[in-house]
């Protein structure tokens, strides 16, 4: 493996762990967090295993679903995906691990928490955006879908967190008896983060920072 190649893995697996801690500081915010967080995080509450555990598990799933959409156009370098999904669970665990005995009291200090959370995110999708060498599992189930249906990626993106979301709040709803994750925070975190990723991506291209890994 050339050390250009090596470099990209590295802002990959960086990338990550920006997005596990800032998905791990939304959960903290008390006020809802992404999407795709839902499930997971109300399954964490039934069944005595960790958020981070079960997002890995969630993850899984997303990785076997690109597997049965595209057949044979899975790559073979995609099946490092199974390497990202535990790497991306403990990386949620280490950031609640890490924030543990926070707690935000005041509206305005849990919106200021959730922000954070949704920069971090927003770094840590761009970061693997970056660096080109294998998808995240959630963006590489919307792309499967995105691809079998023969719709555009944004609008794969629309329909897909509406259905992980509808499930989450049904999964809330049966096993709980109430919702629990969703909550104003969603809907910003959902229209936020990609404004969010635009903004980075300005950053970087302004301060020429993506020639670091190409030259």
């Not at 370098?77 to 009291?105: R, S, T």
């Not at 970061?127 to 794969?156: C, H, S, T, W």
Request: net charge positive; hydrophobic share 55%.
């Amino acid at each position: 493996m050339s050390m250009k190649l090596m470099f990209r893995y590295l802002i990959f697996v960086v990338g990550l762990l920006f997005s596990g801690v800032g998905i791990a500081i939304t959960i903290k915010s008390n006020i809802g967090s992404t999407p795709m967080s839902i499930a997971p995080l109300v399954l964490s509450n039934v069944f005595p295993v960790s958020f981070g555990m079960m997002n890995f598990i969630w993850s899984l799933s997303f990785v076997f679903g690109q597997m049965i959409l595209l057949g044979k156009g899975f790559t073979k370098d995609q099946y490092f995906q199974f390497l990202v999904c535990p790497l991306f669970g403990f990386f949620i665990d280490f950031g609640l691990f890490i924030f543990k005995d926070y707690i935000p009291y005041f509206y305005m200090e849990k919106l200021l928490v959730l922000l954070i959370g949704c920069i971090l995110l927003a770094l840590g999708i761009y970061m693997q955006v970056l660096a080109k060498v294998i998808f995240n599992p959630g963006e590489g189930i919307v792309r499967a879908i995105a691809y079998r249906a023969k719709i555009k990626f944004g609008d794969a993106k629309i329909y897909f967190d509406i259905g992980v979301l509808t499930i989450g709040v049904v999964l809330s709803i049966i096993l709980l008896g109430r919702v629990v994750g969703v909550g104003e925070g969603t809907l910003i975190i959902a229209l936020g983060t990609g404004s969010i990723v635009k903004v980075f991506k300005w950053l970087f291209e302004h301060l020429d920072l993506e020639r670091l890994y190409e030259s």
